[in-house]
T-cell receptor, first 109, second 117 residues
């Protein structure tokens, strides 16, 4: 079966760095997405990785290792507004997104 | 960037009535649109995938006669919840994907919160 695993909840301090991990097992792979979702709102796109390595975009970076079925989202210089759920999703061989359950990130002052 | 709108943002209806939710891609042509449902503190659940001009493909466990999807044009898809019941109360989110080769990003609408009383 297809499976996406990510921690349910993480807590970090304002100004610090946090890494959210995602492991996956899917039928085929056409890329991995990270989305941010604030409570009561729809997800917003953060990053897309299809090749191995690190993609940096401002305070957010995303890493992918296809051989290990592993990705992480790295958030630097955390701000209170970063408190949200972070969703990992993998596009399978049919170009359908398989979603993880999301990681709720709590930022403390 | 690509913009997807949904209407209405929220709706309250009585049990037994039908509700239509519209999803529009405002600045691009969406060959594929997706309808999701999300219950509180749970992840997104894909309900169906629709391609313009063809019938929607429903996920297992989703009643196609209850959740009617129409993708009549490249910029509009509608979801109609027929004979709504309180258990249908949820956050319904659509997303759209364009047809530019190599671009598989899904752009999400803001969501519609449905409450059935």
């Amino acid at each position: 079966g297809q499976n996406i695993d990510q921690p349910t909840e993480m807590t970090a301090t304002e100004g610090a760095i946090v890494q959210i991990n995602c492991t996956y097992q899917t039928s085929g792979f056409n890329g991995l997405f990270w989305y941010q979702q604030h409570a009561g709102e729809a997800p917003t796109f953060l990053s897309y990785n299809v090749l191995d390595g690190l993609e940096e975009k401002g305070r957010f970076s995303s890493f992918l290792s296809r051989s290990k079925g592993y990705s992480y989202l790295l958030l630097k210089e955390l701000q209170m507004k970063d408190s949200a759920s972070y969703l990992c999703a993998v596009m399978d061989s049919n170009y359908q997104l398989i979603w993880g359950a999301g990681t709720k990130l709590i930022i403390k002052p | 960037g690509a913009v997807v709108s949904q209407h209405p943002s929220w709706v309250i209806c009585k049990s037994g009535t039908s509700v239509k939710i519209e999803c529009r891609s405002l600045d691009f042509q969406a060959t594929t649109m997706f309808w999701y449902r999300q219950f509180p503190k749970q992840s997104l659940m894909l309900m169906a995938t629709s391609n313009e001009g063809s019938k929607a493909t429903y996920e297992q466990g989703v009643e196609k006669d209850k959740f009617l999807i129409n993708h009549a044009s490249l910029t509009l898809s509608t979801l109609t919840v027929t004979s709504a019941h309180p258990e249908d109360s949820s956050f319904y989110i659509c997303s759209a994907r364009g047809h530019r080769e190599g671009n598989y990003e899904q752009y999400f609408g803001p969501g519609t919160r449905l409450t059935v009383t």
